[in-house]
């Protein structure tokens, strides 16, 4: 699995070519929009949302020394709180809204890199929409409940410290499920798809691990994290697809 995390990171780092040589930059124009406009929801909730939450929870501290302190902590935590969460939030909301969109590059990168005999599964738009939300649904659930279990496994002394590390790894994992889902959905079918990526895991947890350090980039994170993580899911989903595993 170590090998294939080190494959999904190493992807990135010839895809900002692979995209200006094809020309597909404009494809790119409404997913990087929904990005924008998601990214500036969340961190406007962010913002409006931490100081209500900080004030509420400062009232539970009933003793005049140390409240001002207790209150600017509950709000920066509070905010911290709002983040994570929207992080998660953002992920499967941009993905699945803009699936329409990169499945035809992901299909354009696969025609250039295998030929253009090979068929593929013909969905439509709205199929394409309807998959990428019902994909993301899926994970976002997962993702919740394994957060969830991850942070009550946090406040176990000295080995809680792993926590961290393991909410990242969750995190990654879903966010390169996603990506490698748009070459996926023209081969297999839902269930073969969770099937085969659960086969690569490490595929989607390296291509995850960078498309979350992205987002810790202001502003041109989030207008390059799809671009670039989508092409370099796709070069190497598509090396990982068996000929007979394919679908008439």
């Given at each position: 699995m170590i090998q294939n995390i080190i494959k999904g990171i190493k992807a990135y780092f010839g895809a900002f070519q692979l995209i200006s040589k094809l020309k597909l930059w404009r494809y790119f124009t409404i997913p990087i929009i929904i990005s924008l406009l998601t990214a500036l929801t969340v961190a406007s909730l962010a913002y409006s949302l931490s100081d209500n939450i900080g004030h509420y929870f400062a009232d539970f501290w009933k003793w005049e020394f140390g409240k001002e302190t207790f209150e600017i902590l509950s709000t920066f935590l509070s905010?911290?709180?709002i983040i994570?969460?929207?992080?998660?939030?953002?992920?499967?909301?941009?993905?699945?809204?803009?699936a329409p969109f990169m499945s035809p590059v992901s299909e354009k990168i696969e025609n250039?890199?295998?030929g253009e005999s090979h068929q593929y599964r013909n969905t439509s738009f709205q199929e394409q929409l309807?998959?990428?939300?019902?994909?993301?649904v899926r994970n976002l659930i997962r993702e919740i409940l394994l957060t969830i279990?991850?942070?009550?496994?946090?406040?176990?002394?000295?080995?809680?410290?792993?926590?961290t590390i393991l909410l990242f790894l969750v995190q990654a994992y879903y966010a390169g499920f996603g990506n490698m889902d748009y070459t996926l959905e023209r081969h297999f079918k839902y269930k073969e798809s969770v099937l085969f990526v659960k086969k690569n895991k490490g595929l989607a947890i390296g291509n995850g691990?960078?498309?979350?350090?992205?987002?810790?980039?202001?502003?041109?994170?989030?207008?390059?994290?799809?671009?670039?993580?989508?092409?370099?899911?796709?070069?190497?989903?598509?090396?990982?697809i068996q000929p007979k595993e394919l679908l008439e």
């Open positions: 905010g911290l709180l994570v969460i929207g992080l998660v939030l953002y992920k499967h909301i941009v993905m699945a809204l803009s250039h890199i295998k309807v998959r990428g939300v019902r994909i993301n279990l991850i942070i009550l496994f946090g406040f176990i002394p000295i080995i809680g410290v792993l926590s691990i960078v498309f979350m350090l992205f987002l810790l980039i202001p502003v041109i994170g989030v207008l390059l994290v799809l671009p670039l993580s989508v092409t370099a899911a796709t070069t190497e989903t598509i090396k990982k």
